[in-house]
């Protein structure tokens, strides 16, 4: 069994037998990059070593020697040699990144006679001596479990000593002293001395490496990740180089191009004559990269030579160390480089035009939960924050600004040009002109799908709810956020996209689409096959759709349009109306407004599909609370029209069915802008007329006769009328839903709700969150589709739908609809577009463009190092 395969050898089975360190040495020395020597122990042999109750598998030692044979060949040093010493380190490398969890053991090979040679061929004794001590320490910890702190407090002891308070401060001669000190702890403690015989050294700590798979830690950590117990780890033995043998010698970490902006120059910096804990410790300033053309010309060719190989092997922009020992450079390591969001859309635009990647694989790599930073003001990530409450992250963005703890005041005060944030405990419909005029909200109460949530996203708004370290006090005029007091006016930050809330003002960097940006979605465009709409209830918000990108809106929920200041005392007379002759009268004079909203809309869409969805919540709603009803009247109606479960009562078509001069009136209103629109601009949008929450043929095969008869009284447009499907029976049922519908769309909200029996309103702030926090469900249904359950009702709403209508037009205007994974499930099901909030529209049309990149076999590179 061959256990043994050095870096300059082809091995088989990749990463799974190598680990991950052990393949990307292996692969730069096949690349013809300059690496340290060395050797990888495989994953083979841990196992083999674990299973056979960790006794070292038969011949393993044996290759090992010869491999040492090898390598000191080839790096012309000796194991032990008392003048200039071979020193190897010994790491573990699991296929699968492990960070910190195992153990490592560095200078292996040094001992009493080596480290005197080390100390002169280095000329630098302070150097030899301290690796000596860290190699006693690391050895006496991995391999033979001393406690660490008996090393770490007869360091304490010498710094008190010698009245210093640095390790830095410690001279040749006190670490020369700390050697012989740690040699008798670890004498005390193992019961001999420590091993002088470097292949004896190299025996027993490849062992407790294997060992080490097994500690507790590492347990813990693979169960975490759900990383699979009996892989085992591969260990590899490297040789040691050190940049600190002179002028001729540095160490640096470099960037093959710039992470911060994503520009194509090398990005990083070096130090002549040191080694890396210089680097990492600050205490001396490293140079530019570019200096190193001037202080290490040579190493400097060999080293942009390496850069050019290992983009052009990886395609993806590296992230490198390197050292360079009197002269001779070596890599000690690359792996895809970590970059902000506006480098990543750089990088790969840059790369797809060079040539190195495609288009596709450009679009494939984007991490779309990255990019969202960029759609969203944000807190400047250089600042250091201080949160003092965490709630739901809502809708993303982040916002300073006074608190007010009402919605007239917030409107009254974002009008006069302040910065508000307006805190809540929840937000109901008619605090809309407060939600306008803020530039942010916060809540104690509701979750993701919550009214504030909904409107805040739709608006682009930061949102925070469900905050539970927020007490509000509207009578005293303050604010609890956790143990600090606010009062009214008070300046708060709210970070939307992760739901901290901060006390007092923190710096925001501003929201940017940038040239690359635009470019990958046009990119991403070329390659999907869903289509992305937005959900807009303004002309401002249809705008801002097209300006990123969307091919119509997908769901006007038109209820906004009631709730507006001018307009809710004439729909509140409308409900108030106790004949059918006096709410027709109310409704005439909405109707022209009505009109003038959906004319906007249409005007910024035309030549696009436009949904707009009928009258949804149920009419309390739109009246105030029982004790602030201005008369006897309003009271009493408050009280008819009051439902225990209004979410399961008298709304959507249901109340469309028993009012039907509310719908008849909206229908006229589409109907009539539509033609208006079409006679002023020349061209007008596809209109889609959607009647919500239809679990019944009946439901909608009437409210279809009316669709049609009063459209038939009104000047002639072209028109489709369908209905949203969001209850299970409506899928269930779709077949015969179908019959009478020229389209569907998902309204995964209440579908969710319905499906799960979770309301949308509490559940998030309450067992939901106990749910997510212990584990019982892994993402938050009305955040991303339940797919299992939901997503299920869906599939069997699609095939009985078009089962009876092979082209009847199916799509989701749930907030699941800019969700990245449920896009994907999404395109997966075959629905015709996605719907979603304008701010989520990019993000929706790359999600599109993944989800159809991976059925065409193209997906993101995933590198390791
Ligand atoms: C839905 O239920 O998914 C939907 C889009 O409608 P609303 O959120 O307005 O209930
Ligand atoms: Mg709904």
Redesign the pocket.
Known sequence: MRYVYDYAEDAPGGRELLGGKGIGLAEMTALGVPVPAGFTITTDACRAYMSGGKVVPEGLDEQVGESIAGLEQRAGKKFGDPADPLLVSVRSGAAVSMPGMMDTILNLGLNDIAVEGQARTTGNPRFAYDSYRRLIQMYGEVVDGVAGHRFESAIADLKTARGVTGDLDLGADDLRELIGTFQRIYEEEVGEGFPQDPREQLRRAYRAVFDSWDAPRANVYRGLYGIPDDIGTAVNVVQMVFGNKGEGSGTGVCFTRNPATGEATYYGEFLVNAQGEDVVAGTRTPEPISAMHERLPEAYVQLTAAFELLEAHYRDMQDIEFTVEEGKLYLLQTRTGKRTATAALRIAVEMAEEGLISRGEAVARTDISQLEQLLHPMLDPTVEVEVAAKGLNASPGAASGQIVLDADSAAERGKAGDDVILVLWETSPDDIHGLIEARGVLTAHGGL?SHAA?VARGMGKPCVTACEGLAIDERAGTVTLGDRTLNVGDVITIDGGTGRVIVGPVRLVAPAIDENFGTILSWADEFSRLRVRA?ADTPEDAAKAREFGATGIG?C?T?HMFMAPDRLPIVQEMIMASTEVERRAALDRLLPVQQSDFEGIFEAMAGYPVTI?LL??PLHEFLPAPGEATSDAMRQRIFELHEANPMLGTRGCRLGLQFPEIYEMQVRAIVRAAAAVEARAGEAPLVEIMH?LVGFREELARLRELTERVAAEEPSVAYLCGT?I?LPRACIRAGEIAEVADFC?????????TALGFS?DDAEGKFLTYYLEHGILEHNPFEVLDQDGVGDLMRIAVERGRGVKPDLKMG?????GGEPRSVAFCHRLGLDYVSCSPYRVPLARLAAAQAALVDAGVTALVIGG
């Open positions: 799908t909904v959900n769901l929920r209820e969805r949804d919540p919500p949203m969001e769309s998902f309204g995964t909200n209440d579908l969710t709700q949308r989701i205007c749930g907030e699941h």
